[in-house]
């Protein structure tokens, strides 16, 4: 029987991943397996909001650079009750953190309100802290490939790049110089996925194809890492080559560290927090970001993980006492989840209103997938309404009189900031 997944459905629902604090630890309390193949990870969250209790679908950004330039500093200020030690010593860091933060997002309150929900879920994205890198982890330097394995499940790379002076704090070669310390990874992945395309050419060789769909697909392949192999000896990443759709499937899972996009995170002084663009160092990495056509953002890491220590209402005054007036880790998150290609779509009812994340270009039907899997299934129609328009109309009801509320069949591409409801068989 169809049934409409009305505002009190969809929070009853409760089928995303969720969180139960426990005395001594935080559980997972679903058996979806978002983080648990990482093992030995640690699993921390942040709560931007003080009721969410549950996490929706989210992806993987890792924190990289060189030992000792800001990596876990940068993780604990992000992920509250971060425990990653951070200390003045190279490899410091050796078994990676995990941290799942929720993204900040002020339409989630409006739509609450307008609701009057009990609670709101934001979305949220996983911070993944790595250890350092270092010349030569390709072959086996430093923590060597192991920790390269880390970043191949990263969904995006947070490059910290060392932009302040600081004689006490240790530099692995000695200077601060951002160009070498990125030249020093980006050669390190490309490395890596030279190693990798070799490794698979010589399997691909063997061709063990035997009807013409795997043939066109061996074809594919050989045809991508062909392309990219090129580009890699000529020192560009994976991510510039121009590849068919065809061959960017064939070789999503050699998950290649240079296909994965990435965003340079210039770690100034606090000093220098005020105007990071009259470092010299920062300027260098505005330029090298936009030649490799990745983000930037600046932070002081020192300085966000003072700010994670104070209570809320001594924030403002620290950071009005460095000349700026809000910290710079919404807008880092924010970065990385656009970066990631996310897109955020809303329910809102009563009970709760949630921010859902799903990949741009999803349809209606793989949308309402990300809530559970049955939705997919039996998906007959979304109703939606842009987030503007509902805000505008202050409820369905009031959007539906208005014309406003439309309804969409399975080929419908969410948009961003849809406010939806799903009509569903079970
Ligand atoms: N913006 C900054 N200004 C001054 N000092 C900083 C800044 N960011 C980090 N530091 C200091 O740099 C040192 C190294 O930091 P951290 O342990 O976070 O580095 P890391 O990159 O995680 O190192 P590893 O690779 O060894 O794990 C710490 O003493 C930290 O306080
Ligand atoms: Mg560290």
Redesign the pocket.
Known sequence: MAKLASHHLIPALGFSLTLRRTSSSLQWQQNFNTVTHFGVWKQQRRSLSSSPTKISMSLKAGIV??????????FNAVVENGK??????????IEPNVGIVAVPDPRLQVLSDLCKSQRSVPASIEFV?I??LVKGASQGEGLGNKFLSHIRQVDSILQ?VRC?E?RD?VHVSGKVDPKSDIDVINLELVFSDLDQIEKRMDKLKKGKAKDSSSKMKEEAERSALEKIQTALMDGKPARSVALTDFETDSIQQLCLLTMKPVIYVA????SELAEPSSNPHVQEVMKLASELQSGLVTI????E?ELSELPSEERTEFLNSLGVTESGLGNLIRATYSLLGLRTYFTSGEKETKAWTIQSGMTAPQAAGVIHSDFEKGFIRAETVAYDDFVACGSFASARDKGLLRSEGKDYIVKEGDVMLFRFNV
Request: contains cysteine.
């Open positions: 650079g060189l030992p000792n330039v800001g990596k876990s500093t940068l990653a030690q951070a200390a003045n010593f190279p490899f410091c860091t802290d250890a350092g910290v302040f600081d704090v770690n100034v002084a606090e002081s890491a020192q300085v993980s």
